[in-house]
């Protein structure tokens, strides 16, 4: 070990000293240097030994089977006072808010750092369409953890990331994730009346009503909303997602508890409405790099609509729930931004300058996908970078990888 060979080098240079008898005042200097050197370097390899014993092993390792060691993330600063980017998070995915933008970002940072994330084993897009979570070391629905074979139930845990939809609950978590103490929650919500037009137009709700196409989509809206109960789970989706009971949706009071106890358990609640601002925020709390954050759009509607201004009265009435937490989220934000200080402005510039250098780098081209959903796709330019090629995520093959990396079928880390 290297360590121990210093260790030597200096016990052998102070032997020669001392034998010498040199009365010369330097050479007694060197000597109690040499010697101060040595009980340092003893103690600070002791203390390297113990920092390396207190590191927390992982069941699970790589692909290859070999064991990962990982830092409890909020555990182990560096002694400088440098924060430790968070690799252990859960991003509770919302509907049509941009938060699939944002799941593209974790998974980049979770694959390029050999993460284990929780995914439902059904696809590559792993989602569970809004089910709560459930372990049982007898039967799952989830792919294993890196390092851990198929089937093996009872190590089904100790996943790093979440970043599907899903229904969220601490409890539902708690036996799933790894260090789940020091967990960091994150989500994003949307204006609700924005987020459900887009979701009406995204999953085409209007083909429900005789007589509505695409073209007169505008017109669609307001008797699909007069032919529900405003209870209905068309509505209040965002809320949903957070898992807000449904008998609170009408009730503001409790809608109060409920989000000052979610503004506990979250580091931060994104909003769409300020993308970027949410970005340098979560950068900072994360402890993430700019290029950690870079993003392009994705599922982006290839066009807008106008809605008459009574439908979106009426969204906000039947979307009570989402309303409320959007209001009182949206306000989070912006103490939290006046807590970052002044570096706020000059940061969110530097990012959006970092941001358009990157997409002048890797995207070539867009297309709009058309079928049973349409969106807007970008194409990364002929002959591009591999970190360009994780940047643009096109036809969201970094998720198909890791949702392959995690079955095993993949020989490559980075392929």
């Given at each position: 070990?290297q360590?121990?060979?210093?260790?030597?080098?200096?016990?052998r240079?102070?032997?020669?000293?001392?034998?010498?008898?040199?009365?010369?005042?330097?050479?007694?200097?060197?000597?109690?240097?040499?010697?101060?050197?040595?009980?340092?370097?003893?103690?600070?390899?002791?203390?390297?030994?113990?920092?390396?014993?207190?590191?927390?092993?992982?069941?699970?390792?790589?692909?290859?089977?070999?064991?990962?060691?990982?830092?409890?993330?909020?555990?182990?600063?560096?002694p400088?006072?440098?924060?430790?980017?968070?690799?252990?998070?859960?991003?509770?995915?919302?509907?049509?808010t941009?938060?699939?933008?944002?799941?593209?970002?974790?998974?980049?940072?979770?694959?390029?750092?050999?993460?284990?994330?929780?995914?439902?084993?059904?696809?590559?897009?792993?989602?569970?369409?809004?089910?709560?979570?459930?372990?049982?070391?007898?039967?799952?629905?989830?792919?294993?953890?890196?390092?851990?074979?198929?089937?093996?139930?009872?190590?089904?845990?100790?996943?790093?990331?979440?970043?599907?939809?899903?229904?969220?609950?601490?409890?539902?978590?708690?036996?799933?994730?790894?260090?789940?103490?020091?967990?960091?929650?994150?989500?994003?919500?949307?204006?609700?009346?924005?987020?459900?037009?887009?979701?009406?137009?995204?999953?085409?709700?209007?083909?429900?009503?005789?007589?509505?196409?695409?073209?007169?989509?505008?017109?669609a809206?307001?008797?699909?909303?007069?032919?529900?109960?405003?209870e209905?789970?068309?509505?209040?989706?965002?809320?949903?997602?957070?898992?807000?009971?449904?008998?609170?949706?009408?009730?503001?009071?409790?809608?109060?508890?409920?989000?000052r106890?979610?503004?506990?358990?979250?580091?931060?609640?994104?909003i769409?409405?300020?993308?970027d601002?949410?970005?340098?925020?979560?950068?900072?709390?994360?402890?993430?790099?700019?290029?950690?954050?870079?993003?392009?759009?994705?599922?982006?509607?290839?066009?807008?609509?106008?809605?008459?201004?009574?439908v979106?009265?009426?969204?906000?009435?039947?979307?009570?729930?989402?309303?409320?937490?959007?209001?009182?989220?949206?306000?989070?934000?912006?103490?939290?931004i006046?807590?970052?200080?002044?570096?706020?402005?000059?940061?969110?510039?530097?990012?959006?300058?970092?941001?358009?250098?990157?997409?002048?780098?890797c995207?070539g081209?867009?297309?709009?996908?058309?079928?049973?959903?349409?969106?807007?796709?970008?194409?990364?330019?002929?002959?591009?970078?591999?970190?360009?090629?994780?940047?643009?995520?096109?036809?969201?093959?970094?998720?198909?990888?890791?949702?392959?990396?995690?079955?095993?079928?993949?020989?490559?880390?980075?392929?």
């Amino acid at each position: 070990m290297q360590t121990n060979g210093a260790i030597s080098e200096l016990q052998r240079y102070i032997l020669i000293l001392q034998r010498s008898h040199s009365t010369d005042t330097t050479c007694l200097i060197s000597l109690v240097s040499l010697q101060s050197v040595l009980v340092i370097s003893i103690f600070g390899y002791l203390a390297l030994q113990q920092g390396n014993n207190s590191l927390y092993i992982r069941k699970h390792g790589n692909e290859y089977g070999e064991r990962v060691l990982v830092r409890p993330n909020q555990l182990s600063p560096e002694p400088s006072g440098v924060c430790q980017p968070v690799s252990n998070f859960a991003f509770i995915k919302t509907h049509k808010t941009g938060s699939t933008t944002i799941r593209t970002i974790t998974s980049r940072f979770g694959y390029t750092r050999n993460l284990s994330f929780l995914l439902n084993n059904d696809g590559r897009i792993g989602h569970f369409n809004g089910a709560f979570l459930h372990y049982s070391p007898l039967s799952s629905n989830f792919l294993p953890p890196l390092g851990v074979e198929r089937g093996d139930f009872v190590n089904y845990r100790n996943y790093n990331i979440s970043n599907v939809h899903l229904r969220y609950t601490r409890k539902g978590l708690s036996n799933l994730m790894y260090d789940i103490d020091n967990l960091k929650l994150f989500s994003i919500l949307r204006s609700p009346e924005e987020q459900w037009l887009s979701w009406f137009k995204y999953y085409k709700k209007y083909r429900r009503l005789e007589g509505f196409t695409a073209e007169n989509i505008s017109l669609a809206a307001m008797p699909y909303i007069n032919n529900l109960e405003r209870e209905n789970r068309d509505f209040n989706q965002q809320s949903r997602d957070l898992g807000v009971n449904d008998k609170f949706h009408f009730n503001d009071s409790m809608l109060g508890k409920v989000a000052r106890e979610l503004d506990r358990e979250f580091i931060l609640v994104l909003i769409m409405e300020y993308f970027d601002e949410s970005l340098i925020l979560l950068r900072k709390l994360m402890c993430w790099t700019f290029d950690d954050i870079l993003y392009v759009p994705k599922r982006q509607q290839p066009t807008g609509t106008n809605f008459s201004d009574s439908v979106k009265t009426k969204l906000l009435e039947y979307n009570n729930a989402d309303r409320y937490m959007y209001e009182y989220f949206n306000r989070t934000l912006w103490q939290k931004i006046q807590k970052y200080g002044q570096d706020f402005e000059k940061d969110l510039a530097s990012f959006r300058s970092r941001l358009l250098r990157k997409q002048e780098e890797c995207v070539g081209s867009s297309s709009v996908v058309r079928g049973r959903r349409e969106f807007v796709e970008y194409h990364r330019m002929n002959h591009s970078s591999h970190s360009c090629d994780l940047y643009i995520d096109e036809r969201f093959e970094l998720e198909a990888k890791i949702y392959k990396r995690q079955t095993g079928n993949i020989t490559h880390p980075l392929s």
